[in-house]
């Protein structure tokens, strides 16, 4: 018994020896640790590309740590926690992404909100357009962070890095600067710099399907704009397709796979541009009515090209004023493209295109996981939705490349807003413009229409369906309006077209 007693009293023994020796260990390399990080922080700090500062926080630090657990509040900083010395990690190098100043001010997000999540603030070396190099590469290195602000007065910074807050836009206090950061997925340094760029051929490309169940007023408007383009543009080659002449000039691999299941407005998308890359030239939508000729448009200079945009006057104007990264001519639309053949430009698009036309989503834009969630959220505040969804191409390849949103923010790129000086007047009120246009003739809007050198007027689909459809075929070729007055002044022979039809000029019946 006694014997039995010793033996395990001398193996309880070795065991707290064990456990005592385990502890002393951790004790030791602890001591060695802290050792380590106090000799690293008194090192001078890593050279890099930008001026480095050793990270220290702008608050004062408690006499005693926090109580374990405690809360760190919303939108303050977090007390009692020395800074890391980040200048030894930072990359060197060139910056990858942009920040982009917003102006002065607290960052908002697209819902005016101020930032509500837990900081660190960090002193900032400031730069003359007051950016801060520290915070620049600092958000950097972390995946989630979206843009940064610097106090001045302070002379610190702090990053917004919880994923969600996006800074759009800056308000309030004067002694702040707001930063949002661009990424840039890409960089490809020789699009459009620099070297010749290719003429864009003189063709005039378009779609338009004609289905049996189609309105016969809408096709003879059909061929009202087609007649315009062509007396216009002598030195044009117009190139009206249906489904039929399709496959004269493209192939089925010129096309995505899911081609033949895609609704018309898709089709028209993806015909645009296979065509355009591969023979180059002019896409104009099949409803758009020209009154001036695309030469007083492009003019000569093959350097510059052509986009159309439109103030988005039906957005939210609370949207508007939170989100001042981009304007509306960063929405520029697929109605009317321009380009030589082979265009990296248009590549580019047409690969997004087929990548969202091919994909098993094209309902939403936010299940395609094409798009990131900053994308998602300017692409709403220029008015792109998912039926634009080639417009969400352009706008995404401008966006994810530095070269290209260089180039289009450049003297080489010209935004054009098609509704001239008439701006959104005969849109926004359709049903009387369209007894303007089609129901008498009116001598003070065919002036408008045939002086104003600006417009290109491009009728939609809710607009033919509020002005068009409901017009007799008559009114198109044969009654005396102002359509009529507006086509015989650019070289149109409204009568030859009126007679082929089989019926006489006429006044409209009252």
């Given at each position: 018994m006694a014997r039995n007693h010793w033996m395990h009293m001398d193996a309880r023994q070795t065991e707290c020896l064990r456990v005592v020796g385990v502890l002393l260990l951790l004790t030791f390399i602890g001591v060695l640790c802290g050792v380590a990080l106090t000799s690293f922080a008194s090192d001078p700090p890593f050279t890099?590309?930008?001026?480095?500062?050793?990270?220290?926080?702008?608050?004062?630090?408690?006499?005693?740590?926090?109580?374990?657990?405690?809360?760190?509040?919303?939108?303050?900083a977090v007390p009692g926690l020395p800074a890391?010395?980040?200048?030894?990690?930072?990359?060197?190098?060139?910056?990858?992404?942009?920040?982009?100043?917003?102006?002065?001010?607290?960052?908002?997000?697209?819902?005016?909100?101020?930032?509500?999540?837990?900081?660190?603030?960090?002193?900032?070396?400031?730069?003359?357009?007051?950016?801060?190099?520290?915070?620049?590469?600092?958000c950097l290195l972390v995946p989630s962070c979206t843009g940064y602000e610097v106090q001045q007065a302070a002379g610190s910074c702090y990053i917004f890095a919880d994923g969600l807050f996006h800074p759009s836009a800056a308000r309030g206090r004067l002694d702040a600067k707001c930063f949002w950061r661009h990424p840039m997925a890409k960089d490809t340094k020789t699009a459009f710099q620099g070297q010749?760029?290719?003429?864009?051929?003189?063709?005039?490309?378009?779609?338009?399907?004609?289905?049996?169940?189609?309105?016969?007023?809408?096709?003879?408007?059909?061929?009202?704009?087609?007649?315009?383009?062509?007396?216009?543009?002598?030195?044009?080659e117009i190139r009206l397709l249906d489904e039929s002449s399709l496959h004269e000039f493209l192939t089925p691999q010129d096309l995505p796979r899911t081609f033949e299941f895609l609704t018309v407005q898709h089709k028209s998308d993806a015909i645009r541009l296979a065509l355009l890359l591969r023979y180059g030239g002019v896409w104009v939508d099949a409803t758009t009515l020209m009154t001036h000729s695309l030469q007083s448009l492009l003019g000569s200079d093959p350097q510059i090209r052509t986009f159309f945009s439109l103030p988005p006057i039906w957005e939210d104007e609370s949207l508007r004023a939170n989100d001042t990264r981009v304007d509306w001519k960063d929405h520029a639309y697929n109605w009317f493209l321009e380009s030589p053949p082979n265009d990296l430009f248009i590549r580019r698009v047409r690969d997004c295109a087929w990548q969202f036309l091919d994909g098993a989503s094209r309902h939403d834009l936010r299940l395609t996981g094409m798009f990131t969630p900053q994308q998602l959220e300017i692409m709403k505040r220029l008015g792109i939705r998912t039926y634009l969804s080639s417009d969400a191409c352009i706008f995404r390849t401008i966006f994810e490349d530095r070269a290209l949103w260089n180039w289009f923010h450049s003297p080489r790129v010209r935004i054009h807003n098609p509704t001239g000086r008439m701006g959104f007047t005969w849109m926004a009120n359709m049903t009387d413009y369209s007894q303007r246009i089609f129901h008498r003739v009116d001598q003070e809007l065919a002036e408008e229409f045939i002086t104003d050198e600006g417009l290109f007027m491009k009728f939609t689909g809710d607009m033919r369906k509020a002005m068009v459809l409901p017009v007799n075929p008559l009114a198109i070729w044969c009654w005396r309006n102002t359509l009529r007055l507006v086509l015989d002044s650019i070289g149109v022979d409204s009568l030859s077209h009126c007679a082929r039809s089989g019926f006489a000029v006429q006044q409209r019946p009252m």
């Open positions: 890099t590309d930008m001026p480095s500062v050793a990270l220290t926080p702008s608050w004062p630090r408690p006499a005693a740590p926090p109580f374990p657990g405690a809360a760190v509040s919303a939108g303050s890391a010395n980040f200048s030894a990690i930072l990359p060197k190098g060139v910056v990858l992404d942009d920040f982009v100043f917003l102006g002065k001010g607290n960052c908002i997000n697209q819902q005016g909100q101020n930032f509500s999540g837990p900081i660190l603030r960090y002193t900032s070396t400031a730069l003359p357009d007051g950016s801060s190099p520290e915070c620049t590469k600092l010749e760029v290719l003429p864009v051929p003189k063709i005039i490309w378009s779609y338009w399907s004609n289905r049996p169940d189609s309105p016969e007023v809408q096709s003879l408007f059909v061929e009202a704009c087609k007649a315009s383009w062509r007396a216009l543009n002598p030195d044009y």
